[in-house]
Structures are given as structure tokens and as C-alpha cells.
């Protein structure tokens, strides 16, 4: 299951969250203002209230990997020996950088709304399981 709007989730981790006070009503704050932190246990409740999927942006490289690839399936069997050999070889070189794109997942952030009032806002989605 994935995470949604209005599904029942649970802290799966210990958070200790640090920063900035920033005021709900939008108030300019001092910039050397800080709030401490504050520590969540693991298994507090509450509702999800918004999710938001963070895509990784795809480098140069895998850009290319699959511009090549799609001329290489497109293409390739019309191609003369040399030049599929050279596409080939062009496309081996840019495997790392395709096959570490795809190995590293998209990030999920939610805004979780707990049981005991506090409101955790971009919090990792990976943090909560669904109850």
C-alpha cells in the first residue's frame, strides 16, 4: 500500500526534529531564533493530509543514455557494423549513470496531521507506516 490523503498512519522511526521557529500567521522571525527540538517516538498516530512526490531531476547523462538507446532500438538493425559498434560502445559508457538513476528512488514527503495535535510538514514518507 502507499501512502495517501485521509489513510491512518504510525510513526515507524524516532524523530528529532531542529530548526527555525517559524510562525503559522506568516510573522517575520529573527533570523537567530531557534526552537530547540523536539522529540516524536516511534508509533504515534495520525492522518495523512497531503503527499508530495519529489522526481529526480535526470542528468546530462541519462538524457543521453536514453536518446541513444531509443536510436539504438529504432535503428540499430539498419545500421552499418561500425557505426552500431561505436552507438554500442557510447551506450555501455553511459550504463553507471542510467543504472544509478533508476536504482535511486523518488522521494516522498507527506504532511501528517498526529493524533496529539502536531502537524509534521514535508516529513520523510519512508518515516510512517499505514495502520
Known amino acids: 500500500m502507499t501512502l495517501t490523503e ?4 504510525t510513526l515507524a522511526k524516532d524523530l528529532r526534529l531542529t530548526g527555525h521557529v517559524t510562525r503559522a500567521d506568516g510573522a ?9 527540538f523536539l522529540a516524536l517516538g516511534a508509533g504515534m498516530t495520525g492522518t ?20 541513444l538507446t531509443s536510436l539504438f532500438d529504432d535503428f540499430g538493425h539498419q545500421m552499418p557494423p561500425g557505426s552500431r559498434k561505436q552507438l554500442e560502445e557510447q551506450i555501455a559508457s ?3 549513470a542510467w543504472n544509478a538513476y ?5 522521494r516522498v ?6 493524533d496529539n495535535g ?5 516529513a520523510p514518507g519512508d518515516a510512517f507506516t499505514i495502520l
Request: aromatic share 4%; proline share 2%; hydrophobic share 30%.
Open 6 to 9: 485521509g489513510r491512518r498512519v
Open 28 to 36: 517575520q522571525q529573527d533570523a537567530d531564533s531557534a526552537a530547540g
Open 48 to 67: 495523512v493530509e497531503q503527499v508530495s512526490e519529489h522526481r529526480r531531476v535526470k542528468s546530462h547523462e541519462v538524457r543521453e543514455y536514453e536518446r
Open 94 to 96: 553511459l550504463e553507471p
Open 102 to 106: 533508476r536504482e535511486a528512488s523518488h
Open 109 to 114: 514527503t507527506v504532511r501528517v496531521r498526529l
Open 118 to 122: 502536531f502537524v509534521l510538514d514535508e
